[in-house]
């Protein structure tokens, strides 16, 4: 999982399993710290299981980047509009 998330420049994981996380797994996704976002902290490595997903007990945590304010730069507003021409034929 770790190594997954940092091989791909990822800033969060998540791992989505079946079964219930094993020790081993819960200790390896604590071990990769947390995302720091504009927002807040949150895990970097999560480990979600599909019944938890499904019955809405449990979801992915992540700042929502959605509304975009954040990653893209707004549009210059066009100032005058150009003229145009009529096509011949018409």
């Known amino acids: 999982m770790k190594n997954t998330v940092e091989r791909e420049k990822a800033e969060i994981g998540l791992f989505v399993t079946l079964a219930e996380p094993t020790q081993p797994m819960i200790t390896e996704a604590a071990s ?3 995302y720091e976002s504009p927002k807040g902290q949150f ?3 999560q480990i979600l299981t599909i019944q ?3 019955s809405g007990k449990s979801k992915p945590q ?3 980047m959605s ?3 954040l990653n893209f730069k707004k ?3 066009e100032e005058k509009r150009a003229d145009q021409n ?3 034929g018409f």
Do not use: V, W
């Open 32 to 34: 990769a710290g947390f």
């Open 43 to 45: 895990p970097k490595i």
């Open 52 to 54: 938890d997903l499904l």
């Open 62 to 64: 992540y700042f929502d």
């Open 67 to 69: 509304g975009g304010s």
């Open 75 to 77: 549009a210059k507003t």
């Open 86 to 88: 009529k096509l011949e």
